[in-house]
């Protein structure tokens, strides 16, 4: 995977893998393991299950019937701002009358249908979503990102096992180029300071970003950084090594993923 130029059919190769591997936790599990809470507030393992379906079937829609999509996106916003559970019920509500074995069907349609729409997708395609366009390798990225993160709380939750893999790449280079959004999105200004990133791969490569003489460095297993990214870890809670204080100051905000700011569970959580 290092030092190659990957293509929109090696991001959704790693996609559908990525959705396999929790597949593969998921459908092991007892009917009523599936009620069982995770550290997502008010989300059951179901609920994680039904949230990826959701998004799954209109990223689907995004690519292949972008005026349907944006009827979707004016439907889901005419319910956010009534605060509450509305957004949980519009996006998950349907799926919780649903038995176990149906809710892991439809999602496997849902990510049928992703896998069949991102297929079609040239590689300087633009697909809209929930924020400005994307191209269709960060877009393909990104839902990588939110199986991988929601996996997480289904794993806290039940205490399954996902060997880490190299597809963790793709969530590092995202926690990367997001260092400025994390401050952006808290309408701060980032420190000025370079901060470089070392991270040992699943596979025992070494991973690098930044100028490589940087003061501030941060360092440690890709899944470490990546749990840290995503916001299912504190930093503290990791192994990760954090030198200087604009590395540190990154790893208590980051946030590699859109919507309001949040900061992820507290130190000693986990």
Known sequence: MSGTRLTVADVAADLVAEQEALDAVVAELADEAWETATPSPRWSVGDQVAHLTYFDRTAAQAIVDPDGFRAAVEALMGVAGGGG???????????????????????????????????????????????????????????????????????????????????????????????????????????????DVVLDAPSGDTWTWGPGDATDVVRGTAEDFCLVVTQRRHADDTALEMVGGAARDWMVRAQAFAGPPTDGPSAGTF
């Open 85 to 195: 559970t509305a957004v949980d019920d519009l996006t998950i509500g349907p799926f919780r009358e649903l038995a176990a074995a149906d809710r892991l069907a439809v999602w496997r349609d849902g990510r049928r249908e992703l896998a069949e729409a991102a297929a079609g997708l040239a590689e300087d395609a633009r697909v809209p979503w929930y924020g400005p366009s994307m191209s269709g390798k960060s877009f393909l990225t990104a839902r990588l990102m939110e199986v991988w993160a929601h996996g997480q709380d289904v794993l806290d939750a039940v205490g399954g096992e996902r060997p880490a893999t190299d597809r963790l790449r793709h969530i590092a280079q995202l926690g990367v180029i997001t260092r400025g959004w994390s401050y952006a999105n808290r309408r701060m200004e980032a420190p000025e300071a370079e901060v």
